[in-house]
C-alpha cells in the first residue's frame, strides 16, 4: 500500500469546457485518437468502417473520418464535418455515404448520443453472423446485459438513411446494437465511452465464440449480471477504460494531434 490516505486520491472525470470550441476541439481529438486505436486493434477493414462525432455547436452536424483514409494515418486536421443532408462542410475529403445513411439516423434519434463507432472487425462480424444477442457468461460482457439489440436483416451495403433508420430502431435506446451479417455498433455520451464500448464489445464476441467453441459456457444468473452491468456498464466507467488506451496513443503516436 502507498499509504496514501483514501480520501485524499480521485478519480478523474469527464472534463467540461469554457465554450465550444474547447468542447469540439477536445472531441476531435478523441476520436482522432479512436481510429489510431482502431488501427492498432486490427478493426480496419479497406475502407470500411467508422466513427462519429456530434459536432457541440452544429448538433445535426457530425464530425468523422474521410472516405478511403486509413484509421492508422487520420490526424484532427484530417477529420470532416458532414451536415444531416450528407454535405461536407468542412474538410477536403469526401464522405463514406455509409457512414452518413447510419450515423445520421443513429445521431438523429439519439439526442443523447454524441459519438457512434461501427466496423468490420473480424469477432463481431463472425458473432454478427449468428444473428443473436450476446450472453452474459464473462465479467465485461454483463455491460451489455440486456443493453443492446439485434439489427436482424441484412441487404448488402447501407446506402440508404431510410435502412440508417432501420438500424436507429434496432438501436433503441441501448448502448449497442449487433448489425446480423455486418459487425457491431456502439454509441455513447462521449468519444471515449463509444470507443471503450465497441472494444470490450469485440472481446466480448471473441471470448463467446471460443467459449463455445470448446463447450457450453456457464450463463450468469440474471441478478449478478444485472449487478455487474451497474458496475461497469454505466457511462462513466465506459468513459474511464477509455483513459488508459488514450494516453498510450497519445504518447506513442503524438502526430495525431496534428
Not at 477529420?79 to 445521431?107: C, D, M, T
Not at 455486418?182 to 469485440?202: R, S, Y
Request: charged fraction near 20%; aromatic fraction near 10%; hydrophobic fraction near 45%.
Amino acid at each position: 500500500m502507498s499509504g496514501v490516505p483514501a480520501n485524499v486520491l480521485s478519480i478523474p472525470k469527464p472534463p467540461t469546457f469554457a465554450t465550444v470550441e474547447e468542447e469540439r476541439q477536445h472531441r476531435k481529438q478523441r476520436l482522432a485518437a479512436a481510429f489510431r486505436l482502431f488501427a492498432r486493434f486490427g478493426f480496419d477493414e479497406g475502407v470500411a468502417g467508422h466513427i462519429t462525432a456530434r459536432d457541440p455547436e452544429r448538433r445535426d452536424h457530425f464530425w468523422v473520418n474521410p472516405f478511403g483514409m486509413h484509421f492508422g494515418q487520420i490526424r484532427v486536421s484530417d477529420l470532416i464535418l458532414v451536415n444531416h443532408r450528407g454535405e461536407v462542410v468542412e474538410g477536403k475529403y469526401p464522405v463514406n455515404a455509409a457512414a452518413f445513411a447510419i450515423h445520421s439516423q443513429v445521431h438523429a434519434a439519439r439526442a443523447d448520443v454524441v459519438a457512434a463507432a461501427h466496423a468490420h472487425s473480424l469477432y463481431g462480424k463472425t458473432w454478427s453472423s449468428l444473428g443473436r444477442l450476446l450472453d452474459p457468461i464473462t465479467q465485461d460482457s454483463c455491460a451489455f446485459y440486456e443493453d443492446h439489440g439485434l439489427f436482424a436483416d441484412f441487404t448488402g451495403v447501407v446506402y440508404e438513411t431510410s435502412e440508417g433508420e432501420r438500424i436507429a430502431k434496432a438501436l433503441g435506446s441501448y448502448k449497442a446494437a449487433i448489425l446480423r451479417n455486418h459487425g457491431l455498433l456502439t454509441v455513447g455520451h462521449t468519444v471515449d465511452e463509444a470507443v471503450w464500448w465497441f472494444i470490450t464489445m469485440e472481446r466480448s464476441c471473441q471470448a463467446q465464440l471460443l467459449a463455445e467453441g470448446a463447450g457450453e459456457p456457464v450463463k450468469i444468473d440474471a441478478a449478478n449480471a444485472a449487478a455487474t452491468k451497474q458496475q461497469i456498464g454505466t457511462h462513466m466507467a465506459g468513459w474511464f477504460q477509455f483513459q488508459p488506451l488514450w494516453a498510450r496513443i497519445t504518447r506513442e503516436q503524438p502526430d495525431l494531434f496534428e
